[in-house]
């Protein structure tokens, strides 16, 4: 188990360890009663069991929105919106080009969950930024808008956060987006299966940020006020 599960995260770790306890007892329940499920082992479960649940930080939209507009350079610009403005992943950003452009979306070609393809909204002044940037850079239809490494977007992004002197990771940027929307009245539907592109609600509620006891005042004045 160790050796399969190399460096995925716990969470990871712990459900494959479920599924084979679920099949020894399968095997033992239906085959062999005298069979010894292995993952029975006060051990293995302290090794393989669940990880905490971390509470991520959350940028607020004057420090996004300062970042941003401070960032001169236009192709770092446009990756940083695309992450803070349009809740894409670093691979999603990095692996566009011209065609995936559909008047106010983005294709994005085999994302992260499995499915062939799925469509990303964004602003329209993004869009335009974008389209601009491809017709002065005389980027072909088929080549990618940012030919980059990982590292070097997690560079952009480094040299984005030092800006503010606030540490800020490529992840933070679609955080920051979802919890934006969520709190600006967007219902959680439309955060979890259209900004964030979630197969369930359970993993959106994972990436929006705690709420303060003056946060919720706020939101109940307004409801009932």
């Given at each position: 188990m160790t050796k399969v599960s190399g460096n995925t995260k716990q969470n990871t770790k712990k459900l494959r360890f479920t599924l084979l306890a679920v099949f020894f007892n399968y095997?033992?329940?239906?085959?062999?009663?005298?069979f010894k499920n292995p993952c029975d082992n006060q051990a293995l479960k302290r090794l393989f069991r669940a990880g905490k649940n971390i509470q991520f930080k959350i940028l607020e939209k004057d420090v996004v929105d300062e970042i941003?507009?401070?960032t001169e350079n236009q192709r770092n610009r446009i990756m940083l919106e695309l992450m803070a403005r349009g809740c894409m992943r670093i691979g999603e950003v990095l692996n566009l080009t011209p065609m995936d452009i559909e008047d106010r979306k983005v294709i994005v070609q085999s994302p992260k969950i499995g499915r062939p393809?799925?469509?990303v909204f964004l602003p329209q002044k993004v869009i335009d930024r974008m389209k601009k940037y491809i017709r002065d850079k005389g980027i072909r239809y088929d080549c990618k808008i940012f030919?980059?490494?990982?590292?070097?977007?997690?560079?952009?992004?480094?040299?984005?956060?030092?800006i503010l002197d606030i540490q800020v990771r490529p992840h933070d940027l679609r955080r920051h987006a979802a919890t934006y929307a969520s709190r600006s009245g967007?219902?959680?539907?439309?955060?979890s299966k259209i900004l964030l592109r979630h197969s369930n609600l359970a993993?959106?509620?994972?990436?929006?940020?705690?709420i303060s006891d003056s946060e919720a005042i706020q939101w109940i004045d307004h409801l009932h006020g």
């Open positions: 095997i033992k329940n239906s085959i062999d009663p005298d941003i507009f401070r393809s799925e469509a030919p980059i490494t990982y590292a070097g977007a997690r560079l952009v992004v480094k040299k984005a956060d030092e967007t219902p959680l539907e439309i955060v993993t959106t509620q994972k990436y929006l940020g705690k």
